[in-house]
């Protein structure tokens, strides 16, 4: 066999295996869950981010904020506390929607996604909370946010919520060199992510030691303008 593809054979095996332990669960643990630092997505790094762009010819910002508090799951007999991101999106100005995201880190390096909490808005009210689920009560699936160790072709499921929604997650490239805004970023993971079932396509970037740098929904793009740092105790 070539040495070509020996490689190609190599990485296969990889995402097949990063897959399979994404579907098999029960020997997750969580000894340290809220001690989130993927080295792409680290969690608890920052206390609050923010993004801006458009889309459909909007001006759009995100602000995502680590708080101060923790949600309780149980999975496979073990209770463990899940990290609060609070994420608003706002359009035009106006706050559209505020997620409250529960995310955990086992002890194999993987940050799993249990669920999120939605209001969505209009005229600045609550209109309803389409999109929320949480796992244990909607799903027995926990949703992986990013594994431990991706590589091109490596697979996963953010989301695997029947009748709420199914989102698949691809590594379809590390990109070697990516500038945003005036910094540049190296070995970059471009992710795709198809979202069902409104069969949704979107690219988003991940830099080392960062997290999310860049997405680009269908119609726009949305940037990492900067991160403030978690104050140490």
């Given at each position: ?7 190609f ?30 080295r792409?997505?680290p969690?608890?790094k920052?206390e609050r981010?923010v993004?801006r ?6 001006r ?13 799951f ?14 608003r ?19 194999g ?10 209001d ?10 389409d ?14 946010a990013m594994?431990?160790?991706p590589?091109?072709g ?8 029947p009748?709420v ?55 726009g ?13």
């Amino acid at each position: 066999m070539r040495s070509g593809h020996l490689v190609f054979a190599a990485l296969f095996l990889l995402s097949l295996g990063s897959l399979a332990a994404a579907r098999d669960q029960s020997a997750v643990r969580f000894t340290d869950p809220t001690d989130i630092d993927n080295r792409y997505l680290p969690l608890a790094k920052f206390e609050r981010c923010v993004l801006r762009g458009r889309e459909d010819g909007v001006r759009v910002r995100v602000v995502r904020r680590l708080l101060d508090r923790t949600r309780r799951f149980r999975h496979v007999g073990q209770r463990f506390d899940a990290a609060v991101i609070e994420d608003r999106s706002f359009e035009a100005g106006e706050l559209v929607e505020r997620t409250l995201d529960y995310f955990a880190q086992g002890d194999g390096g993987t940050v799993w996604y249990l669920g999120e909490h939605v209001d969505n808005y209009e005229d600045g009210k609550v209109v309803d909370h389409d999109g929320s689920w949480l796992y244990g009560k909607h799903t027995d699936r926990m949703g992986v946010a990013m594994p431990a160790n991706p590589r091109v072709g490596t697979r996963w499921r953010h989301e695997d919520v029947p009748g709420v929604t199914t989102e698949s997650d691809k590594v379809v490239a590390i990109l070697d060199r990516v500038t945003v805004r005036g910094k540049t970023y190296r070995r970059v993971l471009k992710v795709r992510e198809l979202v069902r079932p409104e069969r949704e396509r979107e690219f988003k970037l991940y830099a080392p030691g960062v997290g999310n740098i860049k997405e680009r929904p269908p119609d726009g793009r949305v940037t990492l303008v900067g991160c403030e740092r978690k104050e140490t105790r």
